[in-house]
């Protein structure tokens, strides 16, 4: 059975960068099947995909954020991460990780976690 | 950017069929995925490539992607299918994957 589950601080300034890591359980990141990626949902909003890593390595991220982001893989931990430089208050959200059986559709996702950004 | 349109709301009387739209232009072409999120919780895949469904998804819940519009259908609506309804389909152009602004649907 696979579990995600996401983790980072929960509060941010302005400016600074967010970092979350999700840990993976039932199954390897490093196999090449699926598509380990991260998704937000800004309060009361709906979802918005943040970008992927693939095959241990390879990435795609939304143009919308593809200037502040990026995702790791950490296959000695069986976890991946998201980093997200120079937050606004338009970054609160839940982040969600998410495992994807191809680069669209995601069948197992973490609970969640509410990243809000204030000073 | 692609952009996929959904109707914010859906009230449905128990019993009947739910139908949920997702517009965009020429999704036809496209794989569409459907999300089920209730409240509090994380979505989860309903239908994926238009109409499969992963294990443990009930017959109650189909896909049927054409032309302009893409449907989930929700027979026999139950008062716990009351939830926010998303589809998702791939940007090819783009190269990322785009989300519908959500349905609400509740059960009357």
């Known amino acids: 059975q696979v579990q995600l589950r996401e983790s980072g601080p929960g509060l941010l300034k302005p400016s600074e960068t967010l970092s979350l890591t999700c840990t993976v359980s039932g199954v390897s990141v490093r196999s090449g099947n699926y598509y380990w990626t991260w998704i937000r949902q800004p309060p009361g909003k709906g979802l918005e995909w943040i970008g992927y890593?693939?095959?241990?390595?390879?990435?795609n991220y939304n143009p919308s954020l593809k200037s502040r982001v990026s995702i790791s893989v950490y296959t000695s931990n069986n976890q991946f991460s998201l980093r997200l430089t120079s937050v606004t208050a338009a970054d609160t959200a839940v982040y969600y990780c998410?495992?994807?059986?191809?680069?669209?559709?995601?069948?197992?996702w973490g609970q969640g976690t509410l990243v809000t950004v204030s000073s | 950017s692609y952009v996929l349109t959904q109707s914010p709301s859906l009230s449905v009387a128990p019993g009947k069929t739910a139908s949920i739209t997702c517009g965009g232009t020429?999704?036809?072409?496209?794989?569409v995925h459907w999300y089920q999120q209730k409240s509090g919780q994380a979505p989860v895949l309903l239908i994926y490539y238009n109409s499969d469904r992963p294990s443990g998804i009930p017959e109650r819940f189909s896909g049927s992607n054409s032309g302009n519009t893409a449907t989930l259908i929700i027979s026999w609506v139950e008062a716990g299918d009351e939830a926010d309804y998303y589809c998702q389909v791939w940007d090819s152009s783009g190269d990322y994957a785009v989300f519908g602004g959500g349905t609400k649907l509740t059960v009357l």
């Open positions: 998410a495992r994807g059986l191809g680069p669209a559709p995601k069948d197992s």
């Open positions: 890593t693939y095959d241990s390595g390879f990435t």
């Open positions: 020429n999704i036809g072409s496209k794989s």
